[in-house]
T-cell receptor, first 117, second 112 residues
Framework: DTGVSQDPRHKITKRGQNVTFRCDPISEHNRLYWYRQTLGQGPEFLTYFQNEAQLEKSRLLSDRFSAERPKGSFSTLEIQRTEQGDSAMYLC???????????????FGDGTRLSIL | GIQVEQSPPDLILQEGANSTLRCNFS?????LQWFHQNPWGQLINLFY???GTKQNGRLSATTVATERYSLLYISSSQTTDSGVYFC??????????????FGKGMKLTVNP
C-alpha cells in the first residue's frame, strides 16, 4: 500500500515565477485536500476535491492559485507570480468517502517545501 | 468555524517520563485525528479517534465527544518522541468536505 506521494519535495524559486506541485493519492481514495503550513503554525485548509470536482476553496486561495484534479486521480496546485508570503510547506491529504459509509482518517503526503527568494 | 485549542504549548521531559496532551474543540465533530510532525516536516498519523479510546504501544488517546475534548497519553517517553503534536478536527461542511482544522500544536522535547 503506497502512501500519498508529493513532488517535488523542495522548490526554490525567485519571486514572480510560477510553480506547480503534484500530489498522487492513495489509489482508492476519492477525496483529496490541499493544505498550507507556515513556520510555527498548524496546516490550514486550501481546497478540496471529490473525484475530479473541486467542491470547496478557502479564502486563503487567492486568484494566483489554481488546483486541478483531472480524471479524479492525481492533483496539481499551481501558484502564479509567486510572492514572498507564499513560502510555506504545501501538504496534500487524501481519504475515501462513501455516502453512509464509516468515516476514514486523512493520510498526508510528505509535502512540498516552497522557498521564494 | 470550529476552534481548536491545544495545551500545553510546549513540554520538556526527561526520557522515561509520561505526559498528557489535551485538545479542546468548540463544536461537534465527526473526525478527530492526532498527528506527530517530525523534524523533517512529515505528518505521521497517530490516531483517528472521533470518540472512544484507542491504544497503540506506548501511546493512547481518548476522545469525549459530548464534552468536546481529546487527550493523548505518551508513556515512557523516548527521545524519538520529540517533535510537534497536532490535534485536528473536522465536521461536514456545506461543500461536503471534512476539511481538518488544526490546533497550534504542542512542541515536545524529550531529553536523554
Amino acid at each position: 500500500d503506497t502512501g500519498v506521494s508529493q513532488d517535488p519535495r523542495h522548490k526554490i524559486t525567485k519571486r514572480g515565477q510560477n510553480v506547480t506541485f503534484r500530489c498522487d493519492p492513495i489509489s482508492e481514495h476519492n477525496r483529496l485536500y490541499w493544505y498550507r503550513q507556515t513556520l510555527g503554525q498548524g496546516p490550514e485548509f486550501l481546497t478540496y476535491f471529490q473525484n475530479e470536482a473541486q467542491l470547496e476553496k478557502s479564502r486563503l486561495l487567492s486568484d494566483r492559485f489554481s488546483a486541478e484534479r483531472p480524471k479524479g486521480s492525481f492533483s496539481t496546485l499551481e501558484i502564479q507570480r509567486t510572492e514572498q508570503g507564499d513560502s510555506a510547506m504545501y501538504l496534500c491529504a487524501t481519504h475515501s468517502w462513501a455516502t453512509g459509509g464509516k468515516g476514514q482518517p486523512q493520510h498526508f503526503g510528505d509535502g512540498t517545501r516552497l522557498s521564494i527568494l | 468555524g470550529i476552534q481548536v485549542e491545544q495545551s500545553p504549548p510546549d513540554l520538556i521531559l526527561q526520557e522515561g517520563a509520561n505526559s498528557t496532551l489535551r485538545c479542546n474543540f468548540s463544536d461537534s465533530v465527526n473526525n478527530l485525528q492526532w498527528f506527530h510532525q517530525n523534524p523533517w516536516g512529515q505528518l505521521i498519523n497517530l490516531f483517528y479517534i472521533p470518540s472512544g479510546t484507542k491504544q497503540n504501544g506506548r501511546l493512547s488517546a481518548t476522545t469525549v465527544a459530548t464534552e468536546r475534548y481529546s487527550l493523548l497519553y505518551i508513556s515512557s517517553s523516548q527521545t524519538t518522541d520529540s517533535g510537534v503534536y497536532f490535534c485536528a478536527v473536522a465536521s461536514l461542511t456545506q461543500g461536503g468536505s471534512e476539511k481538518l482544522v488544526f490546533g497550534k500544536g504542542m512542541k515536545l522535547t524529550v531529553n536523554p
